[in-house]
């Protein structure tokens, strides 16, 4: 069964410092994962995209990392702003005839000032 | 260029009645794809159209079903709700088949409250 994990669950740390969220996946055949961050009661917006041959994407302060062999991604946040309050959610689609996609259940990251 | 549009933000239902959402894509956007969303499961994919054929469907009931018209726009429906159908339902486009390495944009979501 494909699924994706993602920890922690909740997160808080102080504005203008780093964090880093995991993404654990066991999704086959592999074809993207994905970062979005969500709002509270908004829709998710693309942060990035990578596909098999890809270790590392950035957009911005947001730095995305891919290791396919272990099955895990990562989202480093640089500088945090009050503004990255969010959830970021990973999502990981497998290629094939039918597509599949799964998400995990997202981490909720806090920024206090 | 105007995002994806949802109608209607928020509704009310109750048990066993039926709901239509509806969803306009960014123009030029041929996938459009339905996502529900609860706290308690998190994002899950119900069905993606693309060109008004189903390509690709999430692991929900019949009761589920959409559609989608010749210009895009996308219906989704949900017959004889259940109170656990209670949920934000998201509506996304993307130039080409969503979960193939196309950027997808969400749309703001409408909130289900079935009573």
């Known amino acids: 069964k494909n699924q994706v994990e993602q920890s922690p669950q909740s997160l808080i740390i102080l504005e203008g410092k780093n964090c880093t969220l995991q993404?654990?996946?066991?999704?086959?055949?592999?074809?993207?994962l994905r970062w979005y961050k969500q709002d509270t009661g908004r829709g998710p917006v693309s942060l990035t995209i990578?596909?098999?041959?890809?270790n590392t994407k950035s957009n911005g302060r947001y730095t995305a990392t891919l290791d396919a062999d272990t099955k895990q991604s990562s989202l480093h946040i640089t500088a945090s702003q009050l503004s990255d309050s969010a959830s970021y959610i990973c999502?990981?689609?497998?290629?094939?005839?039918?597509?599949?996609?799964?998400f995990g259940i997202g981490t909720k990251l806090q920024v206090i000032p | 260029k105007a995002g994806v549009t949802q109608t209607p933000r928020y509704l009310i239902k109750t048990r066993g009645q039926q709901v239509t959402l509806s969803c306009s894509p960014i123009?030029?956007?041929?996938?459009v794809s339905w996502y529900q969303q609860t706290p308690g499961q998190g994002l899950q994919f119900l069905f993606e159209?693309?060109?008004?054929?189903?390509?690709n469907k999430g692991n929900f009931p019949g009761r589920f079903s959409g559609r989608q018209f010749s210009n895009s726009r996308s219906e989704m429906n949900v017959s004889t709700l259940e109170l656990g159908d209670s949920a934000l339902y998201l509506c996304?486009?993307?130039?080409?088949?969503?979960?193939?390495?196309?950027?997808?944009?969400f749309g703001e979501g409408s909130w289900l409250t079935v009573v």
């Open positions: 996304a486009s993307s130039p080409g088949q969503a979960h193939s390495g196309n950027t997808i944009y």
């Open positions: 993404c654990n996946y066991t999704v086959s055949p592999f074809s993207n």
């Open positions: 990578m596909t098999f041959s890809e």
């Open positions: 999502v990981v689609s497998s290629s094939g005839g039918y597509q599949k996609v799964t």
């Open positions: 123009s030029g956007h041929r996938s």
């Open positions: 159209y693309f060109s008004e054929t189903q390509r």
